[in-house]
């Protein structure tokens, strides 16, 4: 069970991006058969091959990134949830698990993966689609947040081919304030509820917020304010006290005490909350880094308990407010908060087998490949990409 590898959402660092609807005309895209042949186009790409005769406007990465080695491996895949992903490892690890099932389905998929594999290392991309919206016009499919992990050479070819091949609108997406301080609130508040099993110290831990002052001045750029996770709960106690608080406790409790003991108005125009992080997640306005919730105990679990613990309910409906965002229907996509937010959370038809996949997934994600960990040593000492907004903490 342990060689099942972690779910490629959780662990890793991506940088953030919102597309347009992929035009593909006629030819269905969540398809294998088209997967594959993007796959191979995007692999002579980077290669520096030939398409069809005629020569590509890259001339490859592999002299312009030496110490990565050459590009093995190219794939597309549909990627389904956590629960899809699980079963169809398990059967390449366990080929007698006949019964389990490893086909996603078009309806079924989550979105596409997009893995580069180089002699050294690999890198990936996810193109992921709105779960409460499968459909898309004729001729199209909506696959609107795109994650990349990918270095700067590597990056622009993929993204120019997502670009001329779908005739596709690919900018990066920047987070507001409000929405990153959103996200925080959405795991506070599901921690929080009568029937989580889960501590907010816990499972947050310490709590690190920055403040960046970009237009404001030269001299100070950014600040950061680090919470200890025992301090935590204090803040939020305090925040439900306060009369301007608007169902956002730990934010009103943190402005008050940053004005208060260093008279600094975190809502000011020139003030920016650019990354939060602690031990579930690293949100900043252009980059995420999303952790494998805990799963819910399945021993104790009965028809009247959740879907799932308190920590699997936030990160899903973080995923969805985050989707909402990159197609532009999310309530920060406007500078009008007062929208009511909608709860998304997904039903399982399955609770305690879910559960149990899951806790599989989440132990292997600490496991490394060794091949790939010697590469990750090597990249870093020696500096060779240059992108170390890229490299995972």
């Avoid at 496991?367 to 060779?384: P, V």
Wanted: proline share 5%; glycine share 6%.
């Amino acid at each position: 069970m342990a060689d099942v590898p972690p779910y490629p959402l959780y662990g890793r660092s991506y940088l953030l991006y919102r597309v347009s609807p992929l035009h593909h005309g006629d030819a269905p895209l969540l398809n294998d058969r088209t997967l594959t042949t993007h796959a191979k186009r995007l692999r002579e790409q980077l290669k520096g091959d030939n398409v069809r005769g005629v020569e590509v406007d890259f001339a490859g990465t592999e002299d312009a990134l030496p110490n990565l080695g050459p590009l093995q491996e190219c794939d597309w895949d549909m990627i389904g949830d956590e629960d899809a992903w699980i079963d169809r490892h398990r059967q390449l690890v366990d080929p007698e698990a006949s019964q389990l099932t490893t086909v996603v389905s078009a309806e079924q998929a989550r979105g596409i993966e997009v893995t580069l594999d180089y002699e050294k290392q690999s890198y990936n991309a996810l193109l992921l689609r709105d779960p409460t919206l499968t459909s898309s016009p004729g001729g199209f499919t909506s696959l609107p947040l795109l994650l990349v992990k990918m270095p700067l050479a590597i990056r622009d070819i993929f993204v120019n081919y997502i670009r001329t091949s779908f005739d596709a609108h690919v900018v990066p997406l920047r987070l507001s304030s409000a929405f990153v301080t959103s996200s925080l609130e959405t795991f506070f508040r599901h921690l929080s509820a009568s029937t989580s099993t889960q501590s907010v110290e816990d499972v947050i831990r310490q709590l690190q917020v920055q403040l960046s002052f970009h237009n404001a001045t030269t001299l100070l750029r950014h600040l950061d304010v680090t919470i200890a996770g025992r301090d935590v709960p204090g803040f939020l106690e305090r925040g439900k006290l306060l009369r301007d608080a608007k169902g956002r406790p730990f934010t009103a409790a943190f402005a008050a005490y940053m004005k208060k003991h260093l008279a600094l108005d975190i809502f000011h125009p020139k003030v920016q909350v650019s990354r939060i992080s602690c031990a579930s997640f690293v949100l900043a306005t252009d980059r995420l880094k999303l952790m494998a919730p805990d799963v819910a105990d399945v021993s104790i679990a009965d028809s009247d308990s959740p879907e799932g613990s308190a920590g699997e309910l936030a990160v899903q409906e973080f995923y969805t407010s985050l989707v909402k965002e990159a197609t532009g229907t999310g309530i920060f996509s406007s500078e009008d908060l007062t929208v009511n937010r909608r709860s998304s959370t997904p039903s399982s038809e399955s609770v305690s087998a879910s559960r149990r996949k899951r806790a599989v997934s989440n132990v292997a994600a600490g496991s490394r490949n060794a091949k790939r960990s010697k590469a990750r040593e090597k990249e870093n000492r020696d500096g060779a990409l240059g992108d170390e907004e890229m490299v995972d903490a």
